[in-house]
């Protein structure tokens, strides 16, 4: 028989995580119990699941290690960074997810942790700051400016200190990059957003090679009760079967998406390392396959941005992303996100066609210029 791991990525999100005996289910079924009888594999609701093993399998052969599910992302987060011992030195993305810096702030006033932001685009200050922390977080491409990190270079450069490295791979998804065969330590992702891909599920993962720290992170999430819901565990496999053709048709129309936005007089930026203006469209090149479905753009000033996206018609203002919906969101308007350009908006884009898509931002672009 053919190894799983032997397979193509998109074989992968299909064949794996499933039971392969005479009779069973193609699909792992939800398995709704608290507690289970004496003899078996389990015992009690909040060591285990099938239902989570199974989606623990399918993400652990795509990101290339063993997966652990978490109840959230956040809770994926604060699992992962309860690994580091205290006063640990952190080094992280000035413009990372929200939640995460949060979280970092507030373990940083308890006296936890000690942090440090820094541009991880720029990776000479980064390869400088690395043999100085105790752990590094990375993003790549960052939320919501969509930076790039050179994740082979730093990963690398982390091995060779001693540093713990985790990358936060829910923008790119391992079907973009698969950050543990540069050396991460840790990949974390946010299942509530491309993985699910419905919008209907909260649920995070964390996914590593070492297997100690698997074995920690299941302690951690047992004692903790960060547990991931039965149901949201299923629908987020079966929303991970799809990902691979979701997201290559989200991709090719956040390039179109992207260039047309580029051309047009009232967007003074769009950030998307897919177009060949990109700072970092060389690095991401380079280093990814495909560019994400994730793109940002700016207008003049925040007024301007509300006044677009009330305009809009057909693509949903909210806050997350990786839906099949197109989403849109002025990221300043959060409290944190202050360094962020007034004028910006992070656009998630989803599976509608291009057309419509461009013909709802266009028409909400021209109502700018009709109260100019």
């Known amino acids: 028989m053919v190894e799983m791991r032997d397979y193509h990525p998109e074989t992968l999100a ?47 052969v795509l990101e290339g290690g063993d997966a652990v599910a978490f109840s959230s992302g956040q809770g ?8 580091l011992p205290p006063g640990a030195r952190v080094l992280y993305p000035v413009d990372a997810y929200l939640g ?11 006296g936890r942790l ?26 790549s491409p960052t939320n919501p400016l969509l930076g790039v990190a050179e994740l082979p270079r730093i990963l690398t450069a982390a091995n060779d200190v001693g540093v713990v490295s985790v990358v936060d791979n829910t923008f790119a998804t391992p079907f973009v990059q698969r950050p543990l065969t540069w050396g991460a330590t840790i990949v974390v992702h946010s299942a509530t ?21 698997r074995d920690e992170l299941v302690r951690r999430r047992t004692l903790d009760g960060a547990i991931p819901g039965t149901m949201e565990t299923y629908l987020a496999l079966r929303g991970l079967r799809t990902l691979p053709v979701r997201l290559a048709r989200q991709q090719s129309t956040a390039g179109v998406l992207a260039t047309r936005l580029s051309e047009h007089a009232r967007v003074m930026r769009v950030r998307y390392p897919g177009l060949a203006t990109d700072p970092h469209h060389g690095r991401a090149l380079s280093q990814m396959k495909g560019f994400g479905a994730m793109l940002a753009f700016e207008v003049a000033d925040a007024a301007a941005a509300d006044r677009l996206t009330g305009a809009l018609e057909l693509i949903v203002g909210t806050t997350s992303l990786g839906g099949v919906e197109t989403t849109i969101d002025r990221r300043h308007r959060w409290p944190g996100e202050e360094n962020v350009p007034p004028g910006l908006l992070r656009l998630s884009v989803g599976l509608e066609h291009v057309d419509d898509l461009w013909m709802d931002l266009e028409g909400a672009l021209a109502q700018l210029d009709a109260r100019a």
């Open 100 to 110: 995460t810096r949060a979280l970092l702030s507030r373990l940083e006033s308890e």
């Open 76 to 83: 994926a987060i604060a699992t992962t960074l309860s690994l």
């Open 193 to 213: 957003k491309y993985i699910g891909g419905h919008s209907d599920l909260l649920l995070g993962a964390v996914v590593t090679r070492d297997s100690q720290r």
């Open 14 to 60: 299909v064949a794996a995580g499933r039971v392969e005996s005479p009779g069973a289910p193609l699909n792992v079924p939800p398995t709704f119990a608290s507690t289970y009888r004496d003899g078996g594999a389990i015992g009690y609701g909040r060591w285990g699941n099938p239902t989570w093993s199974a989606f623990e399998e399918a993400l652990g």
């Open 114 to 139: 000690t942090i440090r932001p820094i541009d991880v685009t720029d990776t000479d200050a980064v390869l400088d700051a690395v043999g100085h922390v105790d752990a590094l977080w990375l993003e």
